[in-house]
């Protein structure tokens, strides 16, 4: 069954410090998404892209974060300076055209010391 | 305040003991309710999409049903390996999910 596969697993970075979050989306689909989860919280909306531009974001996503289509199969959140406050699991996400369902990569613990 | 609320917090069944998890939501235009299953550290785990009030899924010993103002995931005879933590979702406007804070379930044998 596809799904959307996320690297790395894990990531320990120093603030301050770029880091690169990437996915693949399921191929079929057209719609990506990135959410984060700091630990114990809820599941919260980062951005969502379409049509190689961004279609809506909250307002955690600021001017720090990036995302980018580099190529037909990767999907890439970019942090450009990470703060503490930035530890969180971050999920990718995907979904096909027409289709209301979001299937949800297994997720980057990323670790900001 | 809280567009999707889930109750109980947390809750603790024996194998084989029927329970339903709640999930109450305050947005209008719904365009979609959503359960997912999340395991300790992993991601969500879609499980059912309901667009209309009136509207059941089922699968295997889950079943959700949608009313206007909330939805239950009903659990019949759980096992151990039901334990998980279950999220509701919603989406109203534009294409984000609010997610609810979850119900966690143990299931003990």
């Known amino acids: 069954e596809p799904e959307v596969t996320q690297t790395p697993s894990h990531q320990v970075t120093q603030m301050g410090q770029e880091v690169i979050l990437r996915c693949v989306p399921i191929s079929n689909h057209l719609y990506f998404y990135w959410y984060r989860q700091i630990l114990g919280q809820k599941v919260e909306f980062l951005v969502s892209?379409?049509?190689?531009?961004?279609?809506?974001k909250s307002e955690i996503f600021d001017d720090q974060f990036s995302v980018e289509r580099p190529d037909g199969s990767n999907f890439t959140l970019k942090i450009r300076s990470t703060k503490l406050e930035d530890s969180a699991m971050y999920f990718c996400a995907s979904s096909e055209e027409g289709r209301q369902t979001q299937y949800f990569g297994p997720g980057t613990r990323l670790l900001v010391l | 305040e809280d567009q999707v609320t889930q109750s109980p917090e947390a809750l603790r069944l024996q194998e084989g003991e029927s329970s339903s998890l709640n999930c109450s939501y305050t947005v209008s235009g719904l365009r979609g309710l959503f359960w997912y299953r999340q395991d300790p550290g992993k991601g969500p785990e879609f499980l059912f999409t309901?667009?209309?009030a009136g509207e059941e899924k089922e699968k295997e010993r889950l079943k959700a049903t949608l009313t206007k103002k909330e939805s239950f995931l009903h659990i019949t005879a759980p096992k151990p390996e039901d334990s998980a933590t279950y999220l509701c979702?919603?989406?109203?406007?534009?294409?984000?999910?609010?997610f609810g804070k979850g119900t966690t379930l143990s299931v003990s044998s």
């Open positions: 979702a919603v989406l109203q406007a534009g294409t984000a999910l609010i």
């Open positions: 309901l667009y209309s």
């Open positions: 892209f379409y049509n190689n531009e961004i279609s809506e």
